[in-house]
């Protein structure tokens, strides 16, 4: 049996972050997790390309253009998504998802879906290093390990 794991080896990692400004109070202690996870592995934040977005529904087409280039082995697409009292929460967080899905399909490069989705700003807040970790740290976590398991296919 051959069984193939990646590990967390950031060195030499290079990765693209497209970070959502809409619920910057949020994102913005996402990308910080997400920067601290990547120096904690090793990483080289001179190996890091960090691109603003205006929001969640951008971050797909920004995501793909980064997973396109050739100097770039894995994104991470950071939003917040925080449920109002219309139908737009739905569309905004499904859209968003699924053009990640397409984007990471149609290059073959690990794009990390790092988008909360919430009830309310405080859950959201909750899961930027509060109470419940920092999910944009995770999410670095999550695209070192699918580059390494790349590598080794």
Known sequence: MLE????LNAKGVRL??????????VTKELLAGAIEAYKRLGG???DLVVVWVPGSLELPLVAKKLAERPD???????GAVIRGATYHFEVVANQSAAG???AQLDTGTPIVNAILTTDTLERALERAGTKAGNKGADAVMAAVEMV???GEL
């Open 44 to 46: 080289d934040e001179a």
């Open 100 to 102: 990640l899905a397409k």
């Open 4 to 7: 193939i794991k990646g590990n």
């Open 72 to 78: 770039i082995h894995a994104v991470v697409a950071i």
């Open 148 to 150: 390494r398991a790349l």
């Open 16 to 25: 693209g972050i497209v970070v959502s400004r809409f619920n910057e109070l």
